[in-house]
Nanobody, 124 residues
Framework: VQLQASGGGLVQAGGSLRLSCATSGRTFSTMGWFRQAPGKEREFVAAIRWSGGSTGYADSVKGRFSISRDNAKNTVYLQMNSLDPEDTAVYYC????????????????????WGQGTQVTVSS
């Protein structure tokens, strides 16, 4: 199983980035994005179900970030708009094999596999 995250970089406040997470090795029920800023715990950002496409977002990113998936490419995306310096973090994609309730999408411990992370830095 591999989760390959990419797309991070340096952007000015107000700018946009799109992260990608390419998966291989097996199918998953749910894909999530989490982030970890220096000195802080890893926190939930967004998640999506492969089947049906139901999504969930952290309150801090609602209206600015959008998660989507391309079933043919086995890839999940995180479109990040109106970026703020507070969004600076290492972003990780994660995958869950068994189905989880929508309320469980944000629970870090329920995810089975993790990617290597990609750095997002937003300058003011």
């Amino acid at each position: 199983v591999q989760l390959q995250a990419s797309g991070g970089g340096l952007v000015q406040a107000g700018g946009s980035l799109r992260l990608s997470c390419a998966t291989s090795g097996r199918t998953f029920s749910t894909m999530g994005w989490f982030r970890q800023a220096p000195g802080k715990e890893r926190e939930f950002v967004a998640a999506i179900r492969w089947s049906g496409g139901s999504t969930g977002y952290a309150d801090s990113v609602k209206g600015r970030f959008s998660i989507s998936r391309d079933n043919a490419k086995n890839t999940v995306y995180l479109q990040m708009n109106s970026l703020d310096p507070e969004d600076t973090a290492v972003y990780y994609c994660a995958a869950k094999t068994s189905r989880v309730a929508l309320s469980g999408m944000a629970v870090r411990a329920l995810y089975d596999y993790w990617g290597q992370g990609t750095q997002v830095t937003v300058s003011s």
